[in-house]
């Protein structure tokens, strides 16, 4: 099993930025790939970005590529987003998930976290 925490949402205004964590539990963190989903209001959880096990490869949803950046820390068992030029439209929250294969479907993903508010105005 495996256990993820979110932090590091708030609110912001637009142009700001924000850097969110993912912190998991367990040993074996190092063999799942992450992804960072995201759900504004009425609306269905979407793919935002996702890193491979060994961080050597990303893969970024068209509307955040070029502002956010995904990282990872293996030997820290946490994975970030870094979110620059922030928009209203990012609002929502912000899910990490871990799963066996890296890609941008939600159902490839085994674990998620309990998800962090951020609200950007403008």
């Known amino acids: 099993q495996v256990q993820l925490v979110e932090s590091g949402g708030g609110l912001v205004q637009a142009g700001s930025s924000l850097k969110l964590s993912c912190a998991a539990s367990?040993?074996?963190?190092?063999?799942?790939?992450m992804g960072w989903f995201r759900q504004a209001p009425g609306k269905g959880r979407e793919f935002v970005a996702l890193i491979s096990p060994s961080g050597g490869y990303t893969l970024y949803a068209d509307s955040v590529k070029g502002r956010f950046t995904i990282s990872r820390d293996n030997a820290k068992n946490t994975v970030y987003l870094q979110m620059n030029s922030l928009k209203p439209e990012d609002t929502g929250v912000y899910y990490c998930?871990?799963?066996?294969?890296?890609?941008?479907?939600?159902?490839?993903?085994?674990?998620w976290g309990q998800g962090t508010q951020v609200t950007v105005s403008s």
């Open positions: 367990g040993r074996t963190f190092s063999t799942y790939a």
């Open positions: 998930a871990g799963g066996s294969i890296p890609g941008f479907l939600r159902n490839l993903y085994d674990y």
